[in-house]
């Protein structure tokens, strides 16, 4: 089941990709919805699973909420390392080239290595989404079935970012759609090693845990504040609500 679910990542980051070639105006309804989906997984669903899983505390606070926090610090860590790249591109193009958003000037004398270097990471990230969905899906079905939303939800946004990154720093569109489909392939790859291993019921819950600080960083900090820029409209509030809605609905059906 783990990686039929991460086929479906698969399938959203290729689409992520796809959109990263032929921007569309609606990307943002997306975002916000993916973003409304990932918050709801790491707050409603696997922080309460990992201080479930996890009970014990080091100096008075639970090594749970610990994790979760070091989750959160280690990706604005990795987005920092990377900060060099451009944050956000806007949807709008000018002579066929993509556009810095926030008023930033477009980045130039940036070499090839860098975007596709950027582009790694993202492939590796995406890897650990696959380990991810492996992981909930030996806690429970429910707990399998929330995270595949959210991973397979935000694999949009990866594949966007994976093929812009690449092409933007001046990589042709062979390397650029080369990286995209590494990145399309890593969950798959990583939710099948957990077919051949079973996690401990402690060590699972801290992994869960610290993914779940990743990923609220990821929403909170990369796709909703992506998502609102460009487009500050209600209807992109009401997809991300609808996500954070959505995955109370699984969680309370699951439980």
Request: with cysteine.
């Amino acid at each position: 089941m783990a990686v039929l679910v991460a086929l479906g990542a698969f399938v959203m980051t290729l689409a992520g990709g796809w959109s990263a070639h032929r921007v569309t105006d609606r990307r943002h309804l997306v975002l916000g919805l993916a973003g409304g989906l990932m918050l709801g997984v790491a707050g409603l669903e696997l922080l309460p699973e990992s201080l479930e899983a996890v009970g014990t505390e080091l100096y008075g606070v639970p090594v749970a909420l610990l994790l979760f926090v070091t989750g959160f610090l280690l990706a604005h860590l990795v987005e920092r390392l990377l900060a060099h790249r451009p944050r956000h591109l806007d949807s709008s193009r000018a002579g066929g080239t993509p556009v810095a958003a926030h008023g930033a000037a477009e980045n130039h004398g940036r070499t090839p290595e860098v975007g596709l270097t950027a582009a790694a990471a993202m492939v590796g990230h995406s890897a650990m989404d696959g380990v991810a969905v492996g992981a909930a899906f030996q806690v429970g079905g429910g707990m399998g079935a929330a995270v595949a939303v959210a991973v397979i939800a935000h694999d949009f946004a990866d594949g966007f970012n994976t093929y812009t990154l690449a092409h933007t720093y001046g990589n042709a569109r062979r390397r650029a759609l080369a990286m995209l489909w590494a990145d399309a392939v890593a969950p798959v790859v990583g939710a099948a090693s957990t077919l051949f291993l079973t996690i401990p019921e402690p060590l699972l819950g801290g992994y869960l845990g610290l993914f779940g600080g990743a990923l609220l960083y990821l929403a909170a900090a990369e796709i909703l504040p992506e998502a609102h820029h460009a487009h500050p409209a209600r209807s992109t509030l009401v997809c991300t609500v609808t996500g954070v809605l959505f995955i109370w609905l699984v969680v309370g059906a699951a439980h």
